[in-house]
C-alpha cells in the first residue's frame, strides 16, 4: 500500500529532475522508461511540467497502452498538441486503447483532415463515431456510451445473469439504469440492493424511480451542478425522448469541477485562458499579456480623466491624495461583488429569476457602504486638512463610486449570462476600470466646482 | 423521471415566495408542509434564503425524518445555528436519524455542555462519539465508518455471503476494502467483480492491491485532491498502523470541492467568510465590512505616500495622471500572479518543494512584463507630455512595480502556505496597496530627483 500523501510531494519534483535530466542528454527511451512504472496521473502531472516536444518525445517512447494513459490523463490543450504531432498510424492505435470519451475529446481537438485520417485507421471508429456529435462541454461529451443496463421486468437472478453474459468491455456500473417496455428510463438500481435481494424479487421493487437525468446538449457545468446538489455518483444522460444515451461519472464531474472553478477564478483575475504555475515561462508570457495590454488601454482612460482636470490639480495639489482612496474603495467593493455573483451563478445558488434581487441587494449594500464610507472619508479628509469643502467632496465622491461598484459589480456577470457568454469575464481589468474612471471623475468634477 | 434541469430554475423562486408568504402570516406548519415533498436539496436551498427564526421555524414543524434531511443538506453555518437553538429532546431524535458524519459535524457546533446533553439523549451516542475526536475538516471528519469489509481469503462465494450476512445500517461500498488477517487493509474488490466471478474465485485474486489510503488527520483539500488526481470514487481512510478506520465518498468530496473553491475565490476577492448571494442583506453587510475598514486603513498608506510629496505634484499636477497607470497596472499584474500561485497551490499543481522556481518564474515575468510596459508607458508619457524626464520617470517606475507585483504576487501566497495558514489570505486588499504604494512611491519619488 502506497503512502499517498508524503510520497507524491517529495516524488514529483525529483522525477522531474531526473527526466529533465534524460531529455537533455536525449536519453528519450531511457526518459521514457523512468515514468512507466508510475501511476498515469503522477507521470502526467511530470510530462505537464516539460516542453510540448519533450512530452511528444515521452509519448513516442511509451508503449501504446501508457500513451493512451497518459493522454487520458494530460491536460486538454497538451493532449491535443500531442496527438496532433503524433503520427497517425501509432495515434490511432493509441486512440483504440484510450477510452472513448478520451478518444472522442482528442479527436474533436484535431484538424477535419486529420481526425479523419485517424479515424480511417481505428478499429473502434464507430463507437467513437457516435460520441463526436456532442460538444466537449456537454453531457454528450462527458458521459461513458455503450451501457449494460435492466429492464423493470427482470428477477434480481435474471438482472444478474444478465450482467454476466454482457460483453466485456461495456461499463458495468454499480448504479444500473433500469428500462421499461418503451425503453425509457423508469428507474435506477444498486447493484448491490440485486446481490443481497432474495433470487426472485422484481428489480420493478428493487429499482429507486426517482432519477435525475440531464439531455444531452446540457452543458457540463450545469451536470456538475446537478450531481453536486443531489449527491449522485452517476448521471444519465437521454435525449429528448428520454432514451438512455449514456452515463456521467462522479470520477469525471470531479475533475470537471476543478477545471471550471479554476477557470472562473483565473478569467476574474484577468487571464485569458488557463495556465500552469510551474508551466513554461514563455506561455505564461503569452497569456497574460493580451490582458495587461487591455489594462494599459483601459487606465489610459482613467488617466486620461485626471488630465482634463490637470489645471485643478495643480491648484489643489492636495486632491491628489484623495484620488487612490475614493478609487480603491470602489475597486475592491466590486470585486466583492462580481466575485459573489460570478460563483453564485456558477454554483447555481443564484437563478437567473433571481437576477433583480440580487441587483437590488447589491445596490442597497452600495448606498448603505457609500453612506458609510462616505461618512468616514470626508471626516478624515476635514479632520487632515482643515477644509471642510474638500470633506464634501471627498465623502461625496466617495457615496457615488460605492454605488457604481455594487451597480457594475452586480450587472456585468448578470448581462454576461444574459448573452449566454461566461459570467467571469467581467473580469479585475474592467472592473477596476469602472471604478477608477468613476472614482476619479466624481471626486474631480465635484473638486472643480467646490474647491477651485 | 424529473426533468431536473429546467424545473429547479423555475421552482425554487416561487416556492420561496409561497414559503415567505405563509411565513408572514405566522402558517408554520404550512410553510413546512410545502418544503416536505421536494428534494431535501432542494428544499435546503430555499430555506438558505430565510433567515435563522425562519429556518427554525420549518425545521420544527417538519418531522425528524426530514429534519434530519434538512440539517445534512443545510450549509454547515446555518445548520449549527439551527442545531443549537432547537430543544435538546428534539435535536437528540433527529441526530439519531441522520446520517453519522453530519451528526458528528452538528455536534462539533455546539457548545461543549449542550453536546453532551444532546449525546446524553442519543440512542447512538457510541458511534457517533467514535468520530468526534476528528476535526471536522479532516479525513477522519468526512468519511463513513463502520464499513463491511472482506478478508483476502474468502471467496467470492463467501464474499457475497458475508455481505448478505452483515448488519443492516452498515455501509456496504460498490468498492469493498479488503483486510489481511494481520487486520491491515490489503487491497479493494468491486462489487462488480465479485458478482461476475465465478464463485469460489479467491477475493485475493479479484482485488486490486494498489490502494491509495489517507491518514485521519489529513486535511480534507488534501483528500479531495488524491481522489482528483486518481480518479477515486472512494478513499480509505486508516490510522498511523494502516489499520482501518472508515472510508471518503466521492459524493461528499464534490461538497468539499466546491466549498474550497468558492472559500478561496471569495478570501481571494477579500471577504472574511463565505457569504451566499441571495443571503440576509445585514449578514452581507456585517461579512464585507471589515475588509472595506480594512482596506479604507491600508489605502491611507497610499494616500500618505502622495501626501509627502504633494508639492511635487503641485510643481508638476501632470504627474497625477500617471500615477494610477502605473499602480493599475502592477494590481493587475499581482492579481494574476496571485491567483495563479494560489489556485496551483490549492490543487496540488505546485508542490511546495517547487516553490523556490514559482517565484523565480514570477520574478523573470515581473523583470519581462516591467521592461516591455516601462517602454511603452515611458514613450506614451514622452509623447503625450513631451517631456523626456518624464517618460524615464514613468517608464522606470513601472519596471520597477511590475517587479514587485510579481515577486509579492508570488511570495504571499508561498509564504502564509509555510506558515499552515490559508494562501488565499494575501487577498486583494493586502495586493492592491502593496501595488498603491510602490508604483506611487517609485514614480513620485523619481520626479522629485529628475522633475522638479
Redesign the interface.
Known sequence: ??E??TE???R??STLQIVEGLLDYGLLQDAADILAPI?E??AA?VL?QLSSGEQLDIVRHVSPEQAAALLGQLNRDDAVRVANAMDGEALSQVLDLASMDVAADLLRGLPWGYRREIMGGMRRADEVASLLSYEDESAGGLMIPDLVVLRDWMTAEEA?AH??GSKPRAE?S?YLLVMDRHN???GVAH??DL??ASATTAVRELMN???????AG?DQE?C?R????????QLPVVDEN?ELLGLI???????V??EE??E???L????GET????GP?RR??RT??P??LL??GT??M??AI??IF??T??GA??L??????V???G???G??T????T??LA????????AR??LL?EA??GV??GVL?GL??GS?AYWWKGNPELGIVVGVAMVLNMIVAGLFGAIVPLTLKALHMDPALGS??LL?TVT?VAG?GFLLLLASWLLV
Chains 1, 2 share one sequence.
Open positions: 500500500m502506497e499517498q500523501t507524491l510531494e517529495e514529483a519534483p501511476h496521473a503522477d502531472r505537464e444478474i450482467l454476466r458495468i454499480n425509457r428510463l423508469a447493484l448491490r446481490v443481497l424511480e426517482s432519477v435525475h437525468a440531464v439531455e446540457t450545469e456538475a446537478v450531481m453536486a446538489q443531489y449527491d449522485l455518483t428520454q461519472l462522479s470520477e469525471d464531474i470531479i475533475d469541477l476543478e472553478a479554476t472562473d477564478m483565473l476574474l483575475a484577468s487571464f495556465e500552469k504555475t510551474l515561462l505564461s508570457f497574460r499579456l490582458w495587461l489594462n494599459l487606465v489610459m482613467a488617466a485626471i488630465n490637470e489645471s490639480i495643480a495639489a492636495f491628489a491624495v484623495f484620488l487612490p482612496m478609487a480603491s474603495q475597486g475592491i467593493a470585486t466583492q462580481l466575485t459573489l455573483v460563483r453564485g454554483l447555481g445558488e443564484l437563478p437567473f429569476t433571481s434581487r440580487a441587494k442597497a449594500l448603505i457602504n464610507f468616514v472619508a478624515l479585475a481589468v477596476t477608477d476619479f
